[in-house]
């Protein structure tokens, strides 16, 4: 875009903003509502629910006119929403059968010592969050941990801290890995493989990085010979219904690498498979439906009508059309810099519906992977960082392991200012 271009877009933005002053004004407040509502649900005793901010800030946009509700409608991505409710359908089903918690409990067998142990913890949750959402592994897969720690007389923070680590650097080498990670790849247009091969040396050197920085910090617990104890536990296992979910669960997989050759979208073939898997498999389909997180789905589509609100009135017009971000070793590096302060925030899901209409007008692929890849592990430098740090805290208290603040604090910043440099050397040389 010229310069002559830029100015004469400012221009008529200018006419628009002294003609309707007041409805930008109206969908300043109610974006600024929504995300003040979206920060304080993550400070402690303050009851703000993240979708119900976001709801109320959609529902805005319609009553006070800045958009109709055709307009809120069509803001609405339904490829995202669509990727999501078929992984979510999938992950459910595999859930209740209980393959997450036999992975987990059969891949931990394999260690013997504390270095192991934590070794095999890193590498299976990372590759697992890749391609399973990171959210329902670090779930299923902490009371595994907790109970292998008991009975084998060891600390279980270290591994914990260990597990919420490597399940959001690992979650960061797919699509299909986390929720922000589906935003940038429908709106990106990057196909799986792609997005697979170039983030995932950044994935795998990050879970390098949590073995060693983990061990450092912890180096009396590890030096120690403890004999680690595996032993058989209360989980139900639908070996069954596995026999038809786990091979339709590995054929999206498949297609999700081969399925442009094919014509397929990643939505479509997420979809498909849902559907496969409620038909084939054996969990009651009620049952699968009912554990899909809805509420999430709800809080995408409202943070996509308050954005399209906030677009529609100009109020980001400046970071749309000046471009302030472009593909050089600058973007990549002050990309990096907003992801870790915006994600500690509003968290990395809505601070990533708030970046995709910067990024579209910029040609290439390198900033969207850029934004993948630094939002997705900037969730690692606090608690509060990314929904899977809360989900292991929460989970790991309810059986009376406390993860402090501070403990978190001190190795998470230290793994993200790491990996963030192992992102950026990646991304530099997509260049």
Known sequence: MTNIEKRQIYKERFYFYRKDSGMQITALVIFIITYIGIIFTRLPKINVDRPSAAFFGAVAMIVFGVLNLEEAVKAIDYNTIALLLGMMIIISTLQLDGFFSLI??????????????????????????????????????????????????????????????????????????????????????????????????????????????????????????????????????????????????????????????????????????????????????SQVIRNVDWVLLLFFASLFIVVEGAVKTGLMDFFIHSQPLSESPGGIVTLHGLSLALSQIVSNVPYTVMMLPVLKPIPGDVLWLTLASASTLAGNATIIGAMANLIVIESAGKQKVHIGFWEFFKIGIVVTLLSFVISIGVLLLML
């Open 104 to 285: 987990a409990e059969k891949t931990l067998s394999w260690s013997k010592t504390p270095i192991r142990l934590l070794m095999v913890i890193t590498f299976i949750t990372g590759i697992a969050s890749a391609f399973l959402v990171n959210d329902a592994v670090v779930l299923l897969f902490t009371p595994v941990i907790i109970a292998i720690c008991r009975a084998s007389s060891l600390n279980p923070v270290p591994y914990l801290i260990a597990e919420i680590l490597s399940s959001n650097v690992g979650s960061a080498m797919t699509i299909t890995g986390n929720p922000q990670n589906m935003l940038i790849g429908i709106n990106s247009g990057i196909d799986y493989a792609t997005f697979f091969y170039k983030l995932m040396p950044v994935s795998l050197l990050g879970m390098v990085v949590i073995v060693l920085v983990v061990r450092m910090f912890y180096r009396s617990h590890f030096d120690s010979s403890a004999v680690i104890v595996v032993k058989e536990h209360n989980f139900e296992y639908g070996y069954h219904s596995m026999r038809y979910s786990v091979p339709i669960f590995l054929g999206v997989v498949a297609l999700f690498f081969f399925g442009k050759m094919l014509g397929l979208s990643i939505p479509v073939i997420a979809l498909v498979g849902a559907s496969l898997i409620l038909i084939f498999g054996k969990v009651k389909p």
